[in-house]
């Protein structure tokens, strides 16, 4: 079956950095354009990311740009955010998505704060 499994979360203080991972496994990884979205404390979904199949596109939120990068290992079925720059208001779950075929991951928690 299906399977995304971020990790990489955790606790930093403002101003550090952090890098998230997410495996896919049960679909041609390769083939698809991969999300990353998250949502904070009492809110709803925010779009953060996306890059392509092959990685030749790629977008930010205006909220990350700047701060956070985007990537991917094909080979590896993996898909990866470098966040740097971590504020307060970046503390949220961050999830991976295959947004067209309906693949999500379970989230992985992040948390900025001193």
């Known amino acids: 079956q299906v399977q995304l499994v971020e990790s990489g979360g955790g606790l930093v203080q403002p101003g550090g950095s952090l890098r998230l ?3 896919g496994s049960g679909f041609t990884f390769s083939n698809h354009w991969m999300y990353w979205v998250r949502q904070a404390p ?9 890059i392509k199949s092959g990685g030749e596109q790629i977008y930010y939120a205006e ?8 990537s991917r290992d ?4 993996t898909l990866y955010l470098l966040l740097n720059n971590l504020k307060s208001e970046d503390t949220a779950v961050y999830y991976c998505a295959d947004a067209a075929q309906g693949y999500w991951g379970q989230g992985t928690q992040v948390t900025v704060s001193s």
């Open 42 to 50: 009492g809110k709803g979904l925010e779009w953060v990311s996306m």
């Open 63 to 70: 909220s990350v740009k700047g701060r956070f990068t985007i």
């Open 74 to 77: 094909n080979a590896k079925s």
């Open 21 to 23: 991972s997410c495996v």
